[in-house]
């Protein structure tokens, strides 16, 4: 099931997040999360930040079942194998750093992790590794050390960070990317969150702070100027749509009136606890694709984080899922998509990933959407001034 953007693209309606998972986790995951039909995946590593490039002719894929010649297109089942890159304009948020993956109807190349090692299903030879903030790059990197070991495709290193610190050079972070992937064009753009901060240089990491401790934000650059940095990049072909991420509906309202290329998407954190129904009504009716981050409210994690309270304790979801005969967490995803939203939720365990993914098979009624809207408290779970030192949202 997928959403189409304004653009004809399509996305798939549930996708898989790796934020603060453990590298060791990812190998099994990610082949996992494929056998049961991911397509879309928030994932990333961190530190070193070192993505991949590859270029191979055919596999011996035992774990997926059976050999693949790797042509100009391949058959993989009954349907051919299509990935949108989707990469993201990186404004150092520290919870959701790159849309790594988002399917269209037909899948022209897909990645996954087998057993230990990376192996990659690619048409026209391209594919794009997992890269951004999520401390698991260690595993990745001796996954592909393994993988180049074996023969089985040719490699060599790339940096694929945008980061907070690009919004007044998008054009030449953007070349400096495609020009070390050796891509023609991006399929998505996002702007992550809308500040600018002090530039440090292309494919730096740092997210600079001032001598207070306070992140060091430039205000010579307006949001304006970045979107229209972004559009360029689509008049020159190099990127096939944009979008924006963490923008309010004012924000996203202002993008409307000066954009000349509408956002495609807009990333936000929304759950049963913080609906923000108006900011995505308004994104819909304007052709904007709202993607859920933390959809089920950040759970264990976020508590642990920032001490918040998590939805999936609520009683109204508890009762809600009695009923249907369903986990909370699957009542939540399925009020999600049911808003026509695309959610990503996180989870490293194999029981819970497939549960995330077995919300097709029901509906909700509508009196029971009615409950869920009724237990809206405006509450927000990642707090970027923990990192920050600065409450962007005040």
């Known amino acids: 099931?997928?959403?189409?953007?304004?653009?004809?693209?399509?996305?798939?309606?549930?996708?898989?997040?790796?934020?603060?998972?453990?590298?060791?986790?990812?190998?099994?995951?990610?082949?996992?999360?494929?056998?049961?039909?991911?397509?879309?995946?928030?994932?990333?590593?961190?530190?070193?930040?070192?993505?991949?490039?590859?270029?191979?002719?055919?596999?011996?894929?035992?774990?997926?079942?059976?050999?693949?010649?790797?042509?100009?297109?391949?058959q993989y089942g009954h349907s051919l194998i299509v990935l949108l890159v989707a990469y993201m304009l990186y404004s150092c948020?520290?919870?959701?750093?790159?849309?790594?993956?988002?399917?269209?109807?037909?899948?022209?190349?897909?990645?996954?992790?087998?057993?230990?090692?990376?192996?990659?299903?690619?048409?026209?030879?391209?594919?794009?590794?997992?890269?951004?903030?999520?401390?698991?790059?260690?595993?990745?990197?001796?996954?592909?050390?393994?993988?180049?070991?074996?023969?089985?495709?040719?490699?060599?290193?790339?940096?694929?960070?945008?980061?907070?610190?690009?919004?007044?050079?998008?054009?030449?972070?953007?070349?400096?990317?495609?020009?070390?992937?050796?891509?023609?064009?991006?399929?998505?753009?996002?702007?992550h969150f809308p500040v600018a901060v002090k530039h440090t240089g292309v494919g730096q990491t740092d997210s600079p702070l001032d001598k207070d401790g306070v992140l060091d934000i430039d205000t010579t650059i307006s949001l304006e100027t970045t979107w229209h940095a972004m559009e360029d990049l689509v008049s020159k072909g190099l990127v096939r749509s944009i979008g924006i991420s963490n923008y309010d509906i004012f924000l996203t309202r202002d993008c409307l009136a000066y954009s000349k290329v509408k956002p495609a998407v807009n990333q936000i954190e929304t759950h049963p606890y913080f609906q923000r129904d108006c900011l995505v009504k308004f994104c819909q009716k304007h052709g904007i694709c709202v993607t859920a981050h933390t959809p089920l409210g950040g759970a264990a994690a976020n508590a642990e984080w920032f001490g918040t309270v998590s939805c999936l304790d609520d009683p109204v979801l508890k009762a809600l899922a009695e009923k249907y005969k369903k986990t909370v967490a699957q009542i939540v995803l399925r009020w999600g998509i049911q808003r026509n939203t695309v959610v990503i939720p996180k989870t490293s365990k194999f029981e819970r990933l497939k549960e995330n993914f077995e919300v097709f098979d029901f509906e909700l009624a509508k009196e029971d959407m009615d409950k869920i809207k009724a237990i809206d408290r405006k509450y927000r779970t990642n707090q970027p001034a923990k990192f920050w030192g600065i409450d962007l949202y005040a």
């Open 1 to 74: 099931m997928a959403i189409t953007l304004n653009n004809g693209f399509k996305m798939p309606v549930v996708g898989l997040g790796v934020w603060r998972m453990d590298g060791k986790d990812v190998r099994d995951l990610i082949i996992n999360s494929i056998k049961l039909g991911y397509r879309h995946f928030d994932c990333a590593v961190i530190w070193v930040r070192v993505p991949y490039f590859f270029s191979f002719t055919d596999w011996d894929n035992r774990e997926m079942g059976g050999y693949v010649k790797m042509q100009s297109s391949i």
């Open 93 to 191: 948020f520290y919870d959701m750093d790159l849309v790594f993956i988002s399917g269209q109807e037909l899948f022209d190349f897909m990645s996954c992790i087998v057993d230990d090692i990376i192996r990659v299903n690619v048409s026209l030879t391209f594919i794009l590794c997992f890269t951004a903030d999520y401390k698991n790059e260690a595993e990745v990197g001796e996954a592909l050390s393994e993988a180049f070991k074996t023969g089985l495709f040719l490699s060599y290193p790339v940096r694929l960070q945008l980061w907070n610190s690009d919004h007044g050079h998008v054009l030449e972070a953007c070349k400096d990317s495609l020009k070390k992937l050796q891509l023609d064009y991006l399929d998505l753009y996002l702007v």
